[in-house]
């Protein structure tokens, strides 16, 4: 049984599971309460599954108007994972699990790709397994409810259809890069940018290479008739929602690249500077400072050895091998991003496979026991870095920013479903209640998605909803509580901290206000001294 493992069949279905092992206990052990974003997604994967289960006729409108701003796969394919809650204990941690499982994939992937890039060599195979899952943001993704893990599979799924177009029949791999195009676009808008060399390369290959088969006579097969019938299908549900979306879309594009907006997630500076600083994000979101300095210094040595066989290179087959789409997809990327004011170091997930394809072929023409020293390299940090998220190792600010340790206190999830207990019941149903804070533990996202939850249970809707976004106006937010008239209206009493003032910037005149106006009433508080909840008693009167 241990041999049949270990085959090739099997080998990296087994390593690949073995390597996040680490996650899973992260899942299962973090009390995390999910913040801003993830909440949302939560929120929307949730809600598609309850209309999914209790009322399917509105289910069609729901897929079509998911987020309206953000591609909508994290929550179209989530909603089927939101049962397995009742096997793992909560929704968190069957969402995540599906994260997870995209991870799995691509890791297998990853392994299948590097295989054939070169010619079978099993250990550097295993080695870019190893490169992606000791990647700090590889790790830190696993633990977040975002899109880039499925975006990091879209890359890969690409790149493998890619490197096999030249043994599949010409018409499979046009469909299969048109899938592969569609699950991109429906995972994030920005996806294309990872894969635009090799989808160029691709079509290019596909042009000038006829295929020998006819296509009357490639159609005469049912498996190829139903493989593009569900292809164009899938993209036409993909096309469908950015035509239903398309005027929001462009609106939050432009919103989230430019202006004031933009600049709470980044800071305008000239191009030379934020092409400094996205390389030393790129370093920290994939090496250790040692590791990077190491492998820096191994791609030197090993591109004055190419240098020195220059007579020996076939320059056409150079520049179109995967080392150079690769390099070439990384500094496009990088360039990209240096133009914008937004630094958020998750968009450079999708990018670990190119990191591991290029130092797996870096070392394709090398000894074994030199792969080896590699691979002891790369899993001392999958260890480190497993063992910070884990609490074994302190924090480093030298790595990836999205490399928490889990958190075993409960106190936060408790307070958060307290609030929503108290606040969305038939008094407050369809209405919406407001939050006059915004911490990661406590804000209209986060409330939204466990109320969410809670009406798997009580079928009861409630909404929540924030002064405005990074409102710092008084006047403004004012007039937005009375214009929403919110049943209820929640603060929490802990300190703001530095990082979130721009998000908090009306919060403490208008609490002020909240406590001295007679049309709201302090509810008493069993559960934290920390929340205080406000019942708008106006109508009462």
Same mark, same amino acid.
């Given at each position: 049984?241990?041999?049949?493992?270990?085959?090739?069949?099997?080998?990296?279905?087994?390593?690949?599971?073995?390597?996040?092992?680490?996650?899973?206990?992260?899942?299962?052990?973090?009390?995390?309460?999910?913040?801003?974003?993830?909440?949302?997604?939560?929120?929307?994967?949730?809600?598609?599954?309850?209309?999914?289960?209790?009322?399917?006729?509105?289910?069609?409108?729901?897929?079509?108007?998911?987020?309206?701003?953000?591609?909508?796969?994290?929550?179209?394919?989530?909603?089927?994972?939101?049962?397995?809650?009742?096997?793992?204990?909560?929704?968190?941690?069957?969402?995540?699990?599906?994260?997870?499982?995209?991870?799995?994939?691509?890791?297998?992937?990853?392994?299948?790709?590097?295989?054939?890039?070169?010619?079978?060599?099993?250990?550097?195979?295993?080695?870019?397994?190893?490169?992606?899952?000791?990647?700090?943001?590889?790790?830190?993704?696993?633990?977040?409810?975002?899109?880039?893990?499925?975006?990091?599979?879209?890359?890969?799924?690409?790149?493998?259809?890619?490197?096999?177009?030249?043994?599949?029949?010409?018409?499979?791999?046009?469909?299969?890069?048109?899938?592969?195009?569609?699950?991109?676009?429906?995972?994030?808008?920005?996806?294309?940018?990872?894969?635009?060399?090799?989808?160029?390369?691709?079509?290019?290959?596909?042009?000038?290479?006829?295929?020998?088969?006819?296509?009357?006579?490639?159609?005469?097969?049912?498996?190829?008739?139903?493989?593009?019938?569900?292809?164009?299908?899938?993209?036409?549900?993909?096309?469908?929602?950015?035509?239903?979306?398309?005027?929001?879309?462009?609106?939050?594009?432009?919103?989230?690249?430019?202006?004031?907006?933009?600049?709470?997630?980044?800071?305008?500076?000239?191009?030379?500077?934020?092409?400094?600083?996205?390389?030393?994000?790129?370093?920290?979101?994939?090496?250790?400072?040692?590791?990077?300095?190491?492998?820096?210094?191994?791609?030197?040595?090993?591109?004055?050895?190419?240098?020195?066989?220059?007579?020996?290179?076939?320059?056409?087959?150079?520049?179109?091998?995967?080392?150079?789409?690769?390099?070439?997809?990384?500094?496009?990327?990088?360039?990209?991003?240096?133009?914008?004011?937004?630094?958020?170091?998750?968009?450079?997930?999708?990018?670990?496979?190119?990191?591991?394809?290029?130092?797996?072929?870096?070392?394709?023409?090398?000894?074994?026991?030199?792969?080896?020293?590699?691979?002891?390299?790369?899993?001392?940090?999958?260890?480190?870095?497993?063992?910070?998220?884990?609490?074994?190792?302190?924090?480093?600010?030298?790595?990836?920013?999205?490399?928490?340790?889990?958190?075993?206190?409960?106190?936060?999830?408790?307070?958060?479903?307290?609030?929503?207990?108290?606040?969305?019941?038939?008094?407050?149903?369809?209405?919406?209640?407001?939050?006059?804070?915004?911490?990661?533990?406590?804000?209209?996202?986060?409330?939204?998605?466990?109320?969410?939850?809670?009406?798997?249970?009580?079928?009861?809707?409630?909404?929540?909803?924030?002064?405005?976004?990074?409102?710092?106006?008084?006047?403004?937010?004012?007039?937005?509580?009375?214009?929403? $008239?919110? =049943?209820? %209206?929640?603060?929490?009493?802990?300190?703001? #901290? &530095? *990082?979130?003032?721009? +998000?908090?910037?009306? @919060?403490?005149?208008?609490?002020?206000?909240?406590? $001295?106006? =007679?049309? %709201?009433?302090?509810?008493?508080?069993?559960? #934290? &001294? *920390?929340?205080?909840? +406000?019942?708008?008693? @106006?109508?009462?009167?």
């Amino acid at each position: 049984m241990f041999k049949r493992l270990l085959d090739e069949k099997y080998l990296p279905y087994l390593v690949a599971m073995i390597l996040l092992i680490p996650s899973l206990v992260w899942i299962f052990l973090d009390n995390h309460v999910w913040p801003w974003d993830q909440a949302w997604y939560g929120e929307v994967s949730v809600t598609l599954y309850y209309n999914l289960t209790h009322s399917i006729s509105l289910w069609p409108q729901a897929m079509m108007s998911a987020f309206g701003i953000k591609a909508p796969a994290i929550a179209w394919f989530g909603q089927f994972f939101v049962p397995l809650s009742n096997l793992v204990g909560s929704v968190d941690r069957a969402l995540l699990l599906y994260i997870v499982l995209f991870q799995f994939l691509s890791l297998i992937f990853i392994y299948k790709i590097i295989l054939f890039l070169t010619n079978k060599n099993k250990n550097l195979a295993l080695l870019g397994m190893i490169i992606t899952s000791s990647a700090p943001l590889f790790i830190g993704m696993g633990h977040q409810y975002f899109v880039e893990s499925l975006q990091l599979f879209a890359v890969v799924f690409t790149i493998f259809i890619f490197i096999n177009i030249g043994t599949w029949n010409k018409y499979n791999s046009i469909i299969a890069f048109i899938i592969a195009l569609s699950y991109a676009m429906l995972v994030k808008i920005t996806s294309p940018l990872y894969i635009m060399p090799i989808l160029a390369l691709g079509f290019i290959y596909l042009i000038k290479n006829p295929q020998k088969e006819s296509i009357k006579d490639y159609f005469k097969k049912r498996k190829n008739i139903i493989l593009w019938i569900l292809g164009i299908l899938f993209s036409l549900a993909v096309i469908s929602w950015y035509v239903i979306n398309w005027n929001t879309i462009f609106q939050f594009m432009k919103l989230a690249s430019s202006g004031e907006a933009a600049e709470l997630y980044g800071t305008k500076d000239s191009f030379y500077n934020k092409f400094n600083l996205w390389i030393t994000f790129f370093k920290q979101s994939f090496f250790v400072p040692i590791l990077a300095y190491v492998v820096c210094l191994a791609m030197g040595f090993f591109a004055i050895k190419h240098i020195a066989r220059l007579k020996n290179i076939n320059w056409k087959e150079n520049f179109t091998n995967m080392f150079s789409v690769s390099l070439i997809t990384i500094v496009i990327t990088l360039i990209f991003f240096s133009f914008q004011i937004n630094e958020e170091t998750r968009y450079l997930l999708p990018l670990i496979s190119y990191v591991a394809i290029i130092i797996c072929l870096m070392l394709n023409n090398e000894k074994a026991p030199i792969v080896f020293i590699f691979m002891g390299l790369f899993f001392c940090q999958y260890v480190f870095v497993n063992g910070v998220t884990l609490g074994l190792f302190e924090e480093s600010q030298e790595i990836n920013a999205w490399v928490t340790q889990m958190q075993p206190d409960k106190n936060n999830i408790k307070n958060v479903k307290y609030i929503v207990k108290k606040t969305c019941n038939r008094e407050s149903e369809y209405k919406i209640n407001m939050v006059g804070v915004e911490f990661p533990w406590l804000n209209a996202n986060s409330l939204e998605y466990y109320a969410m939850q809670s009406r798997l249970k009580t079928n009861i809707l409630c909404y929540y909803t924030s002064l405005g976004y990074a409102e710092n106006n008084a006047e403004n937010a004012w007039t937005r509580l009375e214009t929403i $008239n919110p =049943p209820f %209206f929640i603060i929490s009493n802990d300190k703001i #901290s &530095k *990082n979130l003032e721009a +998000f908090n910037g009306a @919060s403490s005149q208008i609490v002020e206000r909240i406590k $001295n106006d =007679p049309n %709201f009433a302090q509810q008493s508080s069993s559960n #934290s &001294k *920390n929340i205080l909840i +406000f019942k708008n008693i @106006s109508k009462e009167k």
